[in-house]
């Protein structure tokens, strides 16, 4: 799938002018990236591996309905919501989800189950969890995408430079496109294969570990009796979160819950099999809801690297790292926390590294020359 806005000839004159920039990973941090590199004169291309968008903070349809499975809400990036509109007037796929306290106010607000909470001990407080995509997750990164060169279904295996520019490389073969500059927004070993020709970007994210986590997609036609948001702590499950307590989510039949592992039960089960996991996980559900559920959708998935560890090491607490010498830039959570409005942050970060770099070079000015044997090579002053 490609998508592309629409353009007059006169306009794919000016944008085949432009400085091509490739970006590997249509996650937020390569979606946010690309968008800024538009705004700011380039002409991005963005890669994906996957056959969707928005990579850890993206939804999944399954036949019971859709799922964000990765990301449950966005904090702190209120640039997010002004992207996601492409037009005046056009409604945002960004929307703030606020999840009441108890299920038994839920309960009362819809009348649509019978009330398991004894009246006295309802607590009437709206929590605001964050932002959340509308109706989707995944929505919300179409509308990021939604005026770029998005390629689905293209993974990227091999990245090299011919004289000043790079090519690319996937399983079937070599590109016939060249690019000025390169963006990695992809988790550090993700990223390392396609580092080889910066040893200052290879050191830096040479050290950067992620942290794996098992997640429970699970459906109920029978409503569970727990808030649409809640935390445990000292539990195999470290949160869930319920579909239809998001705002502009269709349908409340049947329930759609996230359940999300705790870091350390993750480890331990990391070479378990997801019937196993999905299981047990399901057991815990039931402990937490104080009855028995019995799904009519249930799906274990893994993410090998749901988030960092420790990001890279940057100077002067860059967002993102660039290399100039070789054009060569990476951005997203191998360089900052794992959250979806720092990795935004980040790639809008790369955005201008990116086009400081490339303006810097067609200009001729020599930049302060690369001391590479002190790494990683520094983002330029932002
Ligand atoms: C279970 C879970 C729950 C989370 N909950 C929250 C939350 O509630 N709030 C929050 O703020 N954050 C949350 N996070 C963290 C947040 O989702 C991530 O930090 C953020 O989405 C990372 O974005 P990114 O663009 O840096 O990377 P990604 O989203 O991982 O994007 C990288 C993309 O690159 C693609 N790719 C990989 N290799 C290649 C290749 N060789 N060629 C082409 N494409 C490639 C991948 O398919 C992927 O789409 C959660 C993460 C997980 C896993």
Redesign the pocket.
């Known amino acids: 799938m490609t998508h592309q806005c629409s353009i007059d000839a006169a306009s794919i004159w000016t944008r085949q002018s432009l400085p091509r920039v490739a970006v ?8 946010s990236c690309a968008r800024a590199l538009s705004q700011r004169g380039c002409n991005p291309v963005v ?4 056959d969707r ?5 993206s939804s999944r349809s399954t036949p019971i309905g859709v799922f964000d ?7 702190g990036a209120p640039r997010l919501a002004t992207l996601a509109v492409q037009r005046p007037g056009e409604l945002v796929a960004m929307h703030p989800w606020t999840v009441p306290a108890t299920p038994a106010e839920e309960a009362r607000d819809r009348k649509d189950w019978k009330l398991e909470v004894d009246e006295a001990n309802v607590d009437r407080t709206l929590n605001l969890m ?1 932002s959340v995509g509308v109706p989707s997750m995944q929505t919300l990164a179409e509308a990021l995408a939604e005026p770029l060169d998005v390629r689905l279904r ?4 091999q990245a090299r430079r011919r004289g000043s520019n790079w090519l690319l490389r996937g399983p079937a073969g070599g590109f016939d496109e060249d690019f000025q500059a390169l963006v990695l ?3 550090a070993p ?1 990223a390392m294969p ?1 580092l080889h020709e910066s040893a200052p970007l290879t050191d830096a994210l040479r050290a950067v570990r992620f942290r794996s ?1 098992w ?1 429970l997609l699970l459906g109920s036609e029978r409503p569970v009796p727990l808030p649409g948001y809640r935390e445990f702590q000292g539990s195999p499950i470290e949160r869930v979160a319920a579909m239809h307590s998001k705002p502009g989510r269709p349908g409340f039949r049947p329930q759609r819950w996230f359940i ?1 592992a705790d870091e350390r039960w993750s480890l331990q089960h990391e070479h378990d099999d997801a019937e196993t996991v999905a299981d047990l996980l399901l057991e815990n559900f039931c402990a937490h809801a104080g009855r028995k559920v019995t799904p009519n959708y249930l799906r274990a998935h893994h ?1 090998p ?4 560890e420790k990001p890279a090491t940057t100077p002067r607490h860059s967002q993102c790292l660039w290399d100039g010498d070789v054009q060569l830039g990476v ?3 191998s360089v900052v926390t ?6 935004h942050d ?2 809008v970060a790369m955005a201008r590294a990116v086009a400081e770099g490339l303006t810097s070079r067609r200009r001729s000015i020599v930049a302060a020359p690369l001391d590479r044997s002190r790494s990683p090579q520094l983002e330029p002053q932002l």
């Open positions: 590997i990973g249509a996650g937020f941090a390569g979606l890669f994906e591996a996957d968008l928005g990579g850890r903070c499975d990765g990301a449950q809400c966005i904090n964050g293209t993974p990227i295996l927004a992809l988790p993700q396609l986590r997640v999300e993410w690297h749901a988030f960092v951005c997203g959570d794992s959250t979806v409005g720092r990795v980040s790639g």
